[in-house]
């Protein structure tokens, strides 16, 4: 059973383009989650998603972030016209199912590097 | 390849009890090892161990880590209910790559 797989691993994006980064989730798993990793900051979390559907999004930036689980394939997270603020790695979690706590599998993450 | 391994998988306690829960890696220039508390929504930071033979220390928590051996352990004395999580340990190489995560020890305190 393969893990979570995320692509691409490296990123590098020049300020105004846009950055796509995709998630697989493990097998069977129907729960996915995306978080951002600073500096110093260990993981803050992004948004919650479930097939087609968005559950929390209460750490996602207002402007410019959008994530997608669609029924087929993976999770995207989007971040449109990015800068230099936007660089960090960015990990995906999945889990099979919700809980009182989450027991969620991590992906290697994406390292975006914005020129 | 970078690896993070956590054990036990899972653990049965009652509440009082004392709990050591391990973490051994395997990683290219390591650089810190952090340990998380993940409940609910997302992973709760705990500590970041970057000395060798350094006890981090928070209230009935202590983690420490031996860089010759490879290994940290995550201490929880005096277990309350509460402490009943998915406890996650992560490595962070010194050569840009990311953080890898060990697959994470649940642990539940029995009242």
């Known amino acids: 059973n393969a893990g979570v797989m995320q692509n691409p691993r490296h990123l590098v994006r020049r300020r105004g383009q846009e950055a796509r980064l995709r998630c697989s989730p493990m097998?069977?798993?129907?729960?996915v989650y995306w978080y951002r990793q600073l500096p110093e900051e260990g993981l803050k979390f992004m948004v919650y998603?479930?097939?087609?559907?968005?559950?929390?999004e209460s750490g996602m930036p207002k402007e410019r972030f959008s994530a997608e689980f669609p029924k087929e394939g993976p999770s995207i997270l989007r971040i449109q016209q990015v800068v230099r603020g936007d660089s960090a790695a960015y990990f995906c979690?999945?889990?099979?199912?919700?809980?009182?706590?989450?027991?969620?599998?991590f992906g290697p993450g994406t390292r975006l590097t914005v020129l | 390849e970078d690896k993070v391994v956590q054990s036990p998988l899972s653990l049965v306690v009652h509440e009082g009890d004392t709990v050591t829960l391990n973490c051994s890696y395997e990683v290219t220039n390591f650089r810190s090892l952090l340990w998380y508390k993940q409940e609910k929504k997302a992973p709760t930071f705990l500590f970041m161990l970057?000395?060798?033979?350094i006890e981090k220390k928070s209230g009935r928590l202590s983690s420490i880590l031996d860089k010759k051996e490879l290994f940290s352990i995550l201490n929880i004395t005096a277990t309350q209910t509460g402490d009943s999580a998915v406890y996650l340990c992560?490595?962070?190489?010194?050569?840009?790559?990311?953080?890898?995560f060990g697959a994470g020890t649940r642990l539940t305190v029995k009242p």
């Open positions: 097998k069977g798993h129907s729960h």
């Open positions: 970057t000395s060798s033979g």
């Open positions: 979690a999945s889990s099979p199912y919700q809980e009182d706590y989450n027991e969620q599998f």
């Open positions: 992560a490595v962070e190489p010194g050569n840009n790559n990311d953080m890898r």
């Open positions: 998603l479930q097939k087609e559907n968005i559950i929390d």
